[in-house]
């Protein structure tokens, strides 16, 4: 009875002891590598349990397999009896559970990890981190993008985890958070120790459109474009190159971005603190055509120094002219100061001032009177636009092409590229007008024709053509029109069918109007003073002579 109870007791203990100290299976235990053969270790997990492990489950991505017979190890029991009756287990699986256990505990901690890039994939890089496999993105790598990663490749350094999946077995780390965070805590000591107008070597590092990034030992600053020189800059390569070192000013720091401002221009002499004593108003010099817009082009008088000539000042001709096709980037050209702003560092210059005016010189050789000859440019509704020496225009009004013609029917024969010959009327420098005269060039045949002519003068016409509301007559080659009622005093005798062309016929000049070239004559005006005269001499309202007595002794008289 005795010896029953001691068996089932030691057999309850056996069992207890067997299932307490068996480990299970999908746990980490902890074994004795009692032998290593045909690329394996064999390991003794405990219980009279072996088991067999590949020996690159004890490499590190790029590594040579660290395990030797005796060494104590961690392996995960997947099984504890295959069918050779040996004990399933991995070291790369309890290397696993251990890792991200680990990395779990990182990553809520925000602590950084340590691992090594073996492997390139697509999109980026494989991470191991001490058992576990990580994604390193290709935008993680570096703060700047990376060409060549080959250096990077199995070089133990520390990582940030991004995120983590252990269910999917994901992980996303990163290089750049850590540079990133390394590269502000370095800024933020040089920054502590740079201030503003201080002198600073530094080295180029980049180039771009509008500067260079210079490395101020740790710290980037920017070297704009406009803070290189005193004079314009088209690229910044015209100025520094990829390497160089540089002595720069730092002109400006923001604490909060931690972006700095570089100058080497402030190195220099201004040169706009002797511009005025160097370029007084009405001074003429020469400089470079640096850039040409619309509305002008700009000129350097020195380096630092440009003006700009307003396309308004280049030519005294070309008002509606493109600055381009009056001058060229980079021509030498002579300009005149016609204004200094110092405090905006603007200087306003002349090209055209340079030379003489044209109006000036012409008026100087071509008095009032001279005659000219010019090609016709242009024919508008007003005139006639004539090509004259020193690229200028004059013009020929409608009403100084003919002494004969209306302005609008003379104008008719004229075409544009025609030579005419024309007398110069007037010249206005001022408002820059040449008024020309072609009738000029001839006598004014109706000035000829009333010479000496007054009003009430008797002309004898001769009858040129007879109309049913007068008779046209003609005097030293001029004509003029008799109305029907001047024709007589009688009104039976305003008969125009009683004359004949060629007929000679006396009669008083009414009027003489120079501006539209008209003589007015009458018959019944010169019968009317002839009657008024005869009665004067001959007889008076008390004679009781008649009149037709009175005017037959005035027409005796006469013969």
């Known amino acids: 009875m005795c010896a029953k109870a001691t068996m089932e007791e030691f057999e309850a203990m056996l069992a207890e002891s067997l299932e307490m100290d068996?480990?299970?299976?999908?746990?980490?235990?902890?074994?004795?590598?009692?032998?290593?053969?045909?690329?394996?270790?064999?390991?003794?997990?405990?219980?009279?349990?072996?088991?067999?492990?590949?020996?690159?489950?004890?490499?590190?991505?790029?590594?040579?397999?660290?395990?030797?017979?005796?060494d104590d190890v961690e392996v995960y029991l997947e099984r504890v009896?295959?069918?050779?009756?040996e004990a399933v287990i991995s070291r790369e699986k309890a290397r696993r559970e251990a890792a991200w256990d680990r990395l779990e505990k990182a990553?809520?901690?925000?602590?950084?990890v340590e691992g090594a890039i073996f492997g390139r994939v697509k999109g980026g890089f494989t991470v191991d981190l001490g058992g576990a496999v990580a994604f390193l993105p290709g935008s993680q790598v570096d703060v700047r993008p990376v060409r060549d990663a080959g250096p990077l490749m199995g070089l133990k350094q520390p990582f940030q985890i991004l995120k983590m999946d252990r269910r999917r077995g994901n992980i996303v780390v990163s290089r750049r958070a850590i540079l990133e965070e390394s590269r502000a805590e370095q800024r933020a000591e040089v920054i502590a120790k740079l201030a503003e107008g201080q002198i600073a070597d530094g080295v180029v590092k980049n180039i771009t459109e509008y500067g260079a990034f210079v490395d101020l030992g740790g710290v980037d600053g920017l070297l704009h474009v406009t803070d290189m020189a005193w004079r314009r800059?088209?690229?910044?390569?015209?100025?520094?190159?990829?390497?160089?070192?540089?002595?720069?000013?730092?002109?400006?720091?923001?604490?909060?971005?931690?972006?700095?401002?570089?100058?080497?221009?402030?190195?220099?002499a201004d040169p706009?603190?002797?511009?005025?004593?160097?370029?007084?108003?009405?001074?003429?010099?020469?400089?470079?055509?640096?850039?040409?817009?619309d509305y002008g082009a700009f000129v350097e008088l020195e380096a630092g120094v440009e003006g700009l000539v307003h396309v308004s000042e280049?030519?005294?001709?070309?008002?509606?002219?493109?600055?381009?096709?009056?001058?060229?980037?980079?021509q030498e050209v002579d300009v005149m100061v016609l204004e200094i702003d110092g405090d905006k560092r603007r200087v306003s210059l002349g090209?055209?001032?340079?030379?003489?005016?044209?109006?000036?010189?012409?008026?100087?050789?071509?008095?009032?009177?001279?005659?000219?000859?010019?090609?016709?440019?242009?024919?508008?509704?007003?005139?006639?636009?004539?090509?004259?020496?020193?690229?200028?225009?004059?013009?020929?009004?409608?009403?100084?092409?003919?002494?004969?013609?209306?302005?609008?029917?003379?104008?008719?024969?004229?075409r544009k590229g025609d030579t005419v010959q024309a007398v110069v009327a007037d010249v206005d420098v001022e408002k820059e007008r040449i008024s020309l005269s072609i009738k000029a060039m001839e006598n004014d045949s109706f000035t000829d024709a009333v010479e000496g002519v007054k009003r009430g003068s008797i002309l004898t016409c001769t009858v040129s053509a007879i109309e049913e509301g007068g008779i046209e007559v003609e005097f030293n080659n001029m004509k003029s029109f008799i109305r029907r009622s001047d024709l007589a005093l009688e009104r039976a005798d305003q008969r125009p069918e009683r004359f004949q062309v060629g007929d000679k016929v006396d009669a008083r000049v009414t009027s003489v109007d120079s501006k539209t070239r008209r003589i007015g004559l009458s018959i019944k005006a010169r019968e009317i003073a002839e009657e008024k005269e005869a009665v004067e001499q001959y007889g008076s309202s008390d004679a009781g002579a008649s009149l037709g007595d009175i005017l037959g002794a005035a027409l005796k008289d006469r013969s």
Request: proline share 4%; hydrophobic share 35%; glycine share 10%.
């Open 351 to 414: 090209l055209k001032q340079t030379l003489r005016n044209p109006w000036e010189v012409f008026a100087e050789t071509h008095p009032a009177g001279t005659q000219i000859e010019g090609e016709i440019k242009n024919i508008t509704e007003f005139g006639l636009f004539v090509g004259l020496e020193g690229d200028i225009d004059g013009m020929v009004h409608l009403s100084d092409i003919s002494w004969d013609q209306r302005g609008e029917e003379a104008i008719q024969d004229y």
């Open 22 to 70: 068996t480990p299970a299976e999908g746990s980490v235990v902890t074994g004795r590598v009692i032998a290593i053969e045909a690329g394996q270790a064999i390991i003794d997990v405990g219980y009279k349990m072996e088991g067999r492990v590949e020996l690159k489950e004890f490499a590190s991505p790029g590594e040579a397999p660290q395990v030797a017979v005796g």
């Open 233 to 268: 800059v088209n690229h910044p390569s015209e100025v520094v190159t990829i390497g160089e070192t540089i002595k720069v000013q730092v002109i400006k720091i923001n604490k909060d971005t931690h972006r700095i401002s570089l100058g080497i221009k402030q190195l220099q």
């Open 272 to 293: 706009w603190d002797s511009v005025g004593a160097k370029y007084p108003l009405g001074s003429v010099h020469q400089g470079r055509v640096t850039n040409i817009t």
């Open 314 to 330: 280049m030519s005294w001709t070309k008002k509606n002219v493109h600055p381009g096709k009056i001058v060229s980037t980079s």
């Open 81 to 85: 009896e295959n069918a050779r009756g």
């Open 107 to 112: 990553y809520a901690d925000q602590d950084r």
